[in-house]
């Protein structure tokens, strides 16, 4: 089955440590993008990428860096400079004008 | 600039009762429209889309929404509310007249809905 896979489901920072936060997607989309979640704040847009080896900042970029090297792959770093990073990470994918379609998620906590 | 309000936090309704969560939203030109439903440590699912045509979309698991273009509004209604429609609710919005890269989508802040048995 095609979809998007986030991991790892559960991810503890300690202070000053870098993080990385994987998201794989085998449904040949195109465009992918990077969610943050706070209650009651709805996602907001940190990273996109519409094509390898391309990205653009979203709103609210500072204190993460994306790559993408691969079609297929947008692993998202959360750095040190990031001071509040506890959160829900929501990556998705897309093509065309179809609605971007979702993985389940990383929750990430500070130790 | 879009945006999208949601402007319920919660809404409670009895099972078996008609469910509607409202939204609206703001664009320049014409809103390419989304609702999705997340249940809890998951991510999001979509439901259905309004791009064009029909003012009343249909989508999936009963739910449909109807577009109101002089309310600048896409509510969401299901007839008759399941438990299992217990979740957390997200309108979207694209601005079609924005030639912006990446089709990027502004969410609202979300509504939870509660069906009580």
């Known amino acids: 089955d095609g979809g998007i896979t986030q991991s790892p489901k559960y991810l503890f920072r300690k202070e000053g440590q870098n993080v990385t936060l994987s998201c794989e997607q085998n449904l040949n989309h195109d465009a992918m993008y990077w969610y943050r979640q706070d209650p009651g704040q709805g996602l907001r847009l940190i990273y996109y990428s519409q094509i390898v080896n391309d990205f653009q900042k979203g709103d609210i970029a500072e204190g993460y860096s994306v790559s993408r090297e691969k079609k297929e792959s947008f692993p998202l770093t959360v750095t040190s400079a990031q001071k509040n990073p506890t959160a829900f990470y929501l990556c998705a994918s897309r093509i065309g004008n179809q609605p971007q379609h979702f993985g389940d998620g990383t929750r990430l906590s500070i130790l | 600039a879009q945006s999208v309000a949601q402007p319920e936090d919660q809404v409670n309704v009895a099972e078996g009762n008609p469910l509607t969560v409202k939204c609206t939203y703001s664009?320049?030109?014409?809103?390419?429209l989304f609702w999705y439903v997340q249940y809890p440590n998951r991510g999001l699912q979509f439901l259905l889309k309004y791009i064009t045509g029909d003012n009343l979309v249909k989508g999936s698991y009963g739910f449909e929404a109807e577009f109101n273009k002089s309310q600048t509004s896409f509510h969401l209604k299901k007839p008759s509310a399941l438990v299992s429609d217990s979740a957390l609710y997200f309108c979207a919005v694209r601005d079609l007249m924005i030639k912006a890269a990446g089709n990027k989508l502004t969410f609202g802040g979300g509504t939870r809905v509660l069906v009580k048995p």
């Open positions: 664009v320049s030109g014409n809103p390419y």
